[in-house]
């Protein structure tokens, strides 16, 4: 049989959503904030991060440069005076021109600082010429030794008299050029003298005005004659300064000048330079004071220097305030090794 009246059944509507419907205004401010307040924390600890680096990475080169100009300095400082086997040999001669010359005064003293006073004044005092823009807030060092890195020459026959050639053995390394100043020595003499020519085996020392160098040898004479095995080597005279830099903007580095020949920067973020000498005062080879250029009395007292170094290295990351100078202080002491060991 068939129902005449069948029930009607009912299904629910399936919901349509409307394809445009989206978050309210309020979620998505909410939102948009927690997501800068996220990404202003990632910029905060990149910023700082970075800052760090930076900071790190200039303190690091700050206290290599410190250590480098010590290192530098102090070499030429243990070489100042040498004079051979013995302090002070029996005779000392120089035949250079102009011998009192600060570039070729060797028989004064080899070691010597200068104190600045006042714009323009130095104690001991200074001719201008040497004062090489120098800044006030340096000191001025003076230093007279060999030359680093060459091996002496000797002599291969003796001289029979002060005017001979000096006759070195052939295929000794060549360590001179005309124009240098160089000293023959052995335990009991000295000389200075400008080398007018060198072969393979002879070096001269004529009268001799060597323009390349503005010295030369007054006289050809040494009133002295050395015998096999003396030996010859370069000379020089050295200045450490600091003064305005040259390769940036700002800053002062330290300056180095060898003789007559243009000042080198050598070492950049160099603020400073303190000097202390330290002196013997009763010849036992001990030093008893620690004193400023201007109070020394006697150059040749002079055992030790003590040098303080100001260097400093620009913070660029420091924000609107601008950058602000990263400072560090460096110390040593070093010895004049030839005053010091020699007899």
């Known amino acids: 049989m068939f129902d005449l009246h069948p029930r009607k059944v009912f299904y629910a509507r399936p919901r349509k959503f409307s394809l445009n419907a989206g978050n309210s205004m309020v979620e998505i401010l909410v939102a948009l904030a927690v997501s ?24 690091s080169l700050a206290q290599a440069n410190g250590r480098r100009a010590l290192d530098i300095m102090a070499r030429d400082i243990r070489a100042a005076g040498f004079s ?5 040999p029996p005779y000392s001669v120089s035949t250079l021109n102009t011998p009192q010359e600060l570039e070729r005064d060797f028989l004064s003293t080899s070691i010597q600082g200068y104190e600045y006073v006042n714009t323009g004044m130095w104690a001991p005092s200074i001719h201008s010429d040497h004062m090489l823009k120098a800044s006030n807030t340096s000191n001025i060092l003076l230093l007279r030794g060999p030359r680093p890195g060459f091996e ?12 001979d050639d000096l006759v070195i053995k052939q295929g000794s390394r060549r360590s001179l050029s005309p124009a240098d100043i160089a000293m023959a020595y052995n335990c009991e003499a ?12 002879v070096i001269s020392h004529m009268v001799d005005e060597a323009p390349q160098s503005q010295t030369g040898n007054s006289s050809d004479d040494f009133g002295y004659v050395f015998g096999v095995g ?3 080597i370069p000379v020089q005279t050295v200045l450490y300064f600091v003064r305005p830099s040259e390769t940036s903007m700002n800053g002062t580095s330290l300056w180095r000048r060898t003789d007559t020949n243009e000042p080198i920067e050598i070492i950049p973020g ?37 040098i303080e170094l100001i260097v400093t290295s620009v913070d660029e990351a420091t924000g609107p305030a601008g950058p602000t100078p990263f400072r560090s202080t460096f110390s040593t002491i070093v010895g004049l090794r030839n005053r010091m060991h020699a007899g």
């Open 36 to 59: 800068l307040l996220l990404l202003g924390g990632v910029v905060t600890v990149f910023a700082s991060s970075k800052v760090s680096y930076e900071s790190a990475e200039k303190s």
């Open 84 to 88: 051979g086997c013995v302090r002070d």
């Open 152 to 163: 002496p020459l000797s002599l291969s026959e003796p001289m029979v008299t002060g005017t």
């Open 190 to 201: 000295r000389a200075f003298f400008s080398v007018t020519s060198i072969t393979d085996t």
């Open 230 to 232: 003396a030996q010859i």
């Open 270 to 306: 160099i603020e400073s330079m303190t000097l202390r000498f330290g002196i013997d005062l009763d010849g036992n080879t001990i030093v008893d004071q620690y004193s400023a250029a201007s109070a020394v009395r006697d150059w040749n007292e002079v055992y030790t220097v003590e």
